[in-house]
């Protein structure tokens, strides 16, 4: 068994672990995300909170396990959202050529010139600051989806490109069929493995960029957890040094990203 | 020499009207967001009847979309992009004031990331082996997870200068594709030939791998000015460095919708400016015998 596929089956494995811990956060941990121990703020480790608690008095491991469930789910949901405009368009400027191609790859181009980073704050700014938690998730993990696919679209366009001109198609072609079946048991088949791939590969990257607007105070909001809405507490340098078991929530979200990129290699790489 | 000017001249013109439709773009987006038209001053208690009704006219004129964007444009085109809501001063003067210091750090940074990622690129084909290989995946796959807001509060606490901070965030991106052309380049039958004939692997690298990358090369410095535009509103907010990224993170959380609309416009024409550039160089790349 070579190297890698051993590592690729070792971070399987953690994510797996991962999501289950998360999955089965009500399990694991008595306490709210939300419940506050007003007599226990800051608190180190112990029996009854073992990561102990944050400044406002919450058990830290609730809110890791619960932000682990939130960021680790919705961001599959805004890749999913991501990869089927990415396939949709992708497929159709691949396919039909002209100006169908001529127009989708223009608005890809212009999406792909601004920073994502830069696009979702200033669509962030647009909507009102104070939503509602929920609705500030769905928000973010929304304008992920929506704005995360010009890089995918390229990718999913050159393969359906090449599909279009391959011999198989020709031939199907030249067989009569349809244009409804030559996608369907032509093209999607031989697209599939690239979909999965621009799938799999959008998730890191939108865990990262929640994170980030979280911790910029534009992505989920509190009493809500993620990722991001925890590392905010790296701010407080004075608490990290005294309470360094704080950096748990940082360990994961680099551990579960490396996973992901030894799973499946990064967009650069897939070039 | 002649035939370059189609092509720059096309390239300007795609430029101007990417410019435009991302003004355009923008300025509808601030335009239907939801709260558009209200003014904090109408709540002012000190305002007669007429002051108030003068200020809700003033935004009634804006509700023509046609009259808005002419308005719009009309200004810019002589200088004025408008008042910040927030910070109650006109857009061209902060931009002007904030604009060099994100300029120096995303220069400084994009320098530093590249000379770390073309040296290391370079050895790691020079002096192939186990060693190289996985000590650079370790490296660059911890720095890829890392989000860019984390990296800058690393820096913040260390009091590291900006550059350094966007240089780490953008450097492992540009390391992975550079190795990833290099070792497509080093694969090359003219790079093999070279090296059957016994050339020795530097300069093997210097004077066939690094020409036949050149262009793709070229074609990555565009998107990596790109790219550290974006991780410069997380560092130099979180680093507190008045630059262009602060500005556009204090416009967000303040809700200054006409200092957003400036900045993605900025944004837009920077971009779109240094990926022309960088196509229009990699052309002229290839076109070389």
């Given at each position: 068994?070579?190297v890698k596929r051993s590592?690729r ?5 953690i994510?797996?672990?991962?999501t289950l811990?998360a999955?089965?956060a009500?399990l ?7 419940y506050?121990f007003?007599?226990l703020?800051q608190?180190?480790p112990s ?5 102990g ?7 830290l491991?609730?809110r890791?396990?619960?932000g ?5 789910f ?8 991501t990869?089927?405009i990415?396939g949709?368009?992708?497929?159709v400027?691949?396919?039909f050529g002209?100006?169908?191609e001529?127009?989708?790859l223009a608005i890809?181009d212009?999406s792909m010139?601004?920073p994502?980073?830069?696009?979702l704050i200033a ?7 104070d939503?509602s938690?929920l609705?500030?998730?769905v928000?973010?993990f929304?304008m992920l989806g ?5 890089s ?7 393969t359906t490109?090449s599909i279009?001109?391959?011999d ?8 009569g069929s349809t244009s409804?079946r030559?996608i ?11 979909l999965?791939?621009q799938?799999w590969?959008?998730?890191?990257v939108f865990?990262l960029a929640?994170?980030?607007?979280s911790?910029l105070?534009l992505?989920?909001?509190?009493p809500?957890?993620?990722?991001g ?5 790296l701010?407080n340098?004075?608490?990290i040094?005294?309470n360094p078991w704080r950096?748990?929530p940082?360990?994961l979200?680099?551990?579960v990203v ?11 790489d897939?070039? | ?5 189609p092509t720059?001249g096309?390239?300007?013109l795609?430029?101007l ?8 773009l ?6 239907f ?18 002051s108030v009704e ?6 009634h004129?804006?509700?023509?979309l046609?009259r808005y964007y ?8 002589h ?5 910040s809501?927030?910070?109650?001063r006109?857009?061209?003067e902060?931009?002007?004031e904030?604009?060099p210091?994100?300029?120096r750090s995303?220069?400084l940074g994009?320098?530093s990331?590249w ?17 190289p290989?996985v000590?650079?995946?370790?490296l660059?796959?911890?720095l890829l997870s890392?989000p860019s807001a984390v990296v800058a509060?690393?820096f ?8 350094l901070?966007?240089?780490v ?5 540009i390391?992975r594709?550079t190795?990833n052309l290099f ?5 090359q039958p003219?790079?093999?030939a070279?090296r059957?004939?016994?050339i020795?692997s530097?300069r093997v690298?210097l004077h ?6 050149a262009?793709?090369?070229?074609a ?5 000015l790109?790219?550290?535009?974006g991780a ?10 008045p ?6 993170w204090?416009a ?7 200092l957003v609309?400036n900045?993605t416009?900025?944004v837009t024409?920077v971009?779109?400016a240094s990926n ?5 160089s990699?052309?002229l790349?290839?076109?070389?015998p």
């Amino acid at each position: 068994m070579s190297v890698k596929r051993s590592a690729r089956i070792i971070a399987a494995v953690i994510l797996a672990m991962v999501t289950l811990l998360a999955l089965g956060a009500g399990l694991v941990t008595p306490y709210s995300y939300a419940y506050q121990f007003r007599d226990l703020p800051q608190a180190a480790p112990s029996s009854a909170h073992l990561l102990g608690t944050d400044p406002l008095g919450r058990d830290l491991l609730s809110r890791l396990l619960y932000g682990t469930r939130l960021s680790l789910f919705l961001a599959p949901a805004a890749a999913l959202l991501t990869t089927l405009i990415a396939g949709l368009l992708g497929g159709v400027a691949g396919l039909f050529g002209g100006w169908h191609e001529r127009f989708i790859l223009a608005i890809a181009d212009l999406s792909m010139a601004l920073p994502l980073l830069f696009v979702l704050i200033a669509l962030r700014a647009m909507l009102p600051l104070d939503v509602s938690p929920l609705i500030s998730v769905v928000a973010t993990f929304l304008m992920l989806g929506l704005l995360g696919w010009p890089s995918s679209l390229r990718v999913v366009w050159a393969t359906t490109r090449s599909i279009r001109e391959s011999d198989f198609l020709l031939l199907a072609r030249s067989s009569g069929s349809t244009s409804i079946r030559l996608i369907l048991r032509h093209v999607f088949p031989n697209l599939r493995p690239v979909l999965l791939a621009q799938f799999w590969v959008s998730i890191p990257v939108f865990i990262l960029a929640e994170s980030t607007l979280s911790m910029l105070g534009l992505g989920v909001m509190e009493p809500l957890p993620s990722w991001g809405n925890l590392l905010r507490g790296l701010e407080n340098f004075s608490a990290i040094s005294a309470n360094p078991w704080r950096l748990v929530p940082l360990v994961l979200l680099i551990m579960v990203v490396v996973c992901f990129q030894l799973i499946f290699p990064a967009q650069e790489d897939l070039a | 020499m002649k035939s370059w000017f189609p092509t720059l001249g096309q390239r300007l013109l795609s430029l101007l009207l990417l410019t435009i439709l991302g003004g355009i773009l923008s300025a509808t987006l601030v335009r239907f967001s939801p709260g558009y038209g209200m003014d904090v001053r109408e709540l002012d208690p000190r305002l007669s009847e007429s002051s108030v009704e003068a200020i809700r006219s003033e935004h009634h004129q804006d509700a023509n979309l046609i009259r808005y964007y002419v308005k719009y444009f009309a200004a810019a085109a002589h200088g004025d992009f408008g008042v910040s809501e927030s910070l109650d001063r006109p857009i061209a003067e902060l931009v002007t004031e904030r604009l060099p210091a994100t300029a120096r750090s995303v220069l400084l940074g994009v320098a530093s990331a590249w000379s770390l990622a073309l040296v290391l690129s370079g050895l790691g084909l020079v002096a192939k082996g186990w060693f190289p290989e996985v000590s650079s995946a370790v490296l660059i796959g911890f720095l890829l997870s890392l989000p860019s807001a984390v990296v800058a509060l690393a820096f913040l606490y260390l009091r590291g200068p900006v550059f350094l901070a966007l240089a780490v965030v953008i450097f492992p991106k540009i390391f992975r594709f550079t190795r990833n052309l290099f070792l497509h380049a080093d694969d090359q039958p003219h790079v093999l030939a070279a090296r059957a004939r016994g050339i020795g692997s530097c300069r093997v690298f210097l004077h066939h791998v690094i020409p036949s990358a050149a262009p793709a090369l070229m074609a990555l410095l565009g998107i990596s000015l790109s790219m550290a535009f974006g991780a410069a509103i997380p560092i130099e907010a979180l680093c507190d460095s008045p630059g262009i990224g602060q500005l556009a993170w204090y416009a967000a959380i303040n809700r200054d919708l006409p200092l957003v609309m400036n900045l993605t416009l900025i944004v837009t024409l920077v971009t779109v400016a240094s990926n022309s550039l960088a196509g229009f160089s990699s052309r002229l790349v290839v076109r070389q015998p």
